[in-house]
T-cell receptor
Framework: AQKVTQAQTEISVVEKEDVTLDCVYE???????LFWYKQPPSGELVFLIR??????QNEISGRYSWNFQKSTSSFNFTITASQVVDSAVYFC???????????FGEGTQLTVNP | NAGVTQTPKFRILKIGQSMTLQCTQD?????MYWYRQDPGMGLKLIYY???????DKGEVPNGYNVSRSTTEDFPLRLELAAPSQTSVYFC???????????FGSGTRLTVV
């Protein structure tokens, strides 16, 4: 069975600090997809990234970066120079190629204080 | 581009009442899903469909029903509302393989 664990329930940082959100996953499939979503206070789900299990290259998009390590089953997300607007709940999710469902972690509430 | 449209955005139901949450997508996605999100929790899959006429249960299907008569529409039916169904409901759609996974803006349901 697939499972996603986000051990950090809440993180609080001061603006301009770097912050890393952890995500550990479990799957029996050899091919799968990993996702990160942002849920701001308004409640909608904002897609951030989709990563194929074949592609272990790290990715950077502006202040966001993702570190995918298959050896440790982790897909961590780092925000560099955090801003107040980054305050949100962040979800990591997993989809096995053999299945249809997206399995979410419990989310990490990030609060960036001015 | 409308994407995934959910209606209503908010609803208050009394215990025992019924209602249908509507979901429509205009991206010609084969796959559609219903998730619920309880306060402080991640999303859990209620039902999903891989195409018109095909539906299947997710993790938490009890108390709900779905139908998929067209590619575009995937309504979720609550027959006898219970307080435990107070939640935010998200509809989503995608191509097979996880491409283009798109969520609606959610329906906040309160059962009193």
């Amino acid at each position: 069975a697939q499972k996603v664990t986000q051990a950090q329930t809440e993180i609080s940082v001061v603006e301009k600090e770097d912050v890393t959100l952890d995500c550990v996953y479990e799957t029996r499939d050899t091919t799968y997809y990993l996702f990160w979503y942002k849920q701001p206070p308004s409640g909608e789900l904002v897609f951030l990234i989709r990563r194929n299990s074949f592609d272990e290259q790290n990715e950077i998009s502006g202040r966001y970066s993702w570190n995918f390590q298959k050896s440790t089953s982790s897909f961590n997300f780092t925000i560099t120079a955090s801003q107040v607007v980054d305050s949100a709940v962040y979800f990591c999710a997993l989809k096995e190629t053999s299945g249809s469902r997206l399995t979410f972690g419990e989310g990490t509430q990030l609060t960036v204080n001015p | 581009n409308a994407g995934v449209t959910q209606t209503p955005k908010f609803r208050i139901l009394k215990i025992g009442q019924s209602m249908t949450l509507q979901c429509t997508q205009d991206m010609n996605h084969n796959y559609m899903y219903w998730y619920r999100q309880d306060p402080g929790m991640g999303l859990k899959l209620i039902y999903y469909s891989v195409g018109a006429g095909i539906t299947d249960k997710g993790e938490v299907p009890n108390g709900y029903n779905v139908s998929r008569s067209t590619t575009e529409d995937f309504p979720l039916r609550l027959e006898l509302a219970a307080p435990s169904q107070t939640s935010v409901y998200f509809c989503a759609s995608s191509y097979p393989g996880g491409y283009g996974y798109t969520f609606g803006s959610g329906t906040r349901l309160t059962v009193v």
